[in-house]
């Protein structure tokens, strides 16, 4: 989850499996209602959970205060209609709204 929570906030939409999107979804979730708090507490908890300090300056700095107004669903999963290559895997892509 770090890695693709990292990815997700570094690059703001990525492209995955399903099922990974969806699990990625509540933990992004709470990483940016941490961003909105911008406590120091806050942010130790997000470096804690995404454990790069790159990742969380962005958070905190630009990510956060877009979305100060908003009550929550920061992010948005669309599936993708072309499937993996050889097996049934189901692509989406995770973004923020």
């Known amino acids: ?3 693709l929570a990292r990815s997700l906030v570094l690059e703001e939409r ?8 969806k699990a990625l979804r509540p933990f992004v979730e709470r990483l940016v209602t ?4 911008n406590t120091l507490a806050s942010r130790r908890l997000a470096i804690t ?3 790069d300090k790159e990742a969380v300056k ?3 700095d ?9 009550a ?3 992010t948005r999963v669309t599936k993708r209609t072309k499937r993996g290559s ?3 895997r189901k692509l989406a892509y995770i973004a923020f709204v």
Request: aromatic share 12%; charged share 30%; glycine share 12%.
């Open 72 to 74: 929550g669903g920061y």
């Open 14 to 21: 990525i492209s995955t499996t399903e099922a990974k999107a």
């Open 1 to 3: 989850m770090k890695s």
């Open 58 to 60: 962005k958070l905190f």
């Open 34 to 37: 941490y961003a909105k708090k």
């Open 86 to 88: 050889n097996d049934a």
């Open 62 to 70: 630009s990510i956060g205060p877009r979305y100060a107004e908003r």
């Open 49 to 51: 959970r995404l454990g």
